[in-house]
């Protein structure tokens, strides 16, 4: 039957072809709760790691704990100066300074 024809038809469509539709939309509501699933994953632990770095961010701005002391050398015009700070924050994350002891 050519498609033309089709369309003037007042005949139903066939059970094999209902059945690929049902198929094909089965198999497109699975990919996409399989999406939903990763992404809610990948978001739960971008959300972490966020929380992560604004919680070590946030402790390094308010300076908390007693800190470590280190000495920084500062060199220019012929002269050099060791200042001693007091570092903030974790070792290896964001970190603030203070100068003194």
Sequence with gaps: MKPIDKLRSDRGETLAETLAALALCAIALTILATALAAASQYDAASRSADESLYSAVSAAE???GEGEYKSVTVSGNGKTAFIG?????????????????
């Design 62 to 64: 308010r300076a908390e």
């Design 85 to 101: 700070v007091n570092v903030y924050g974790p070792q290896d994350g964001p970190c603030s300074y203070k100068i003194g002891k």
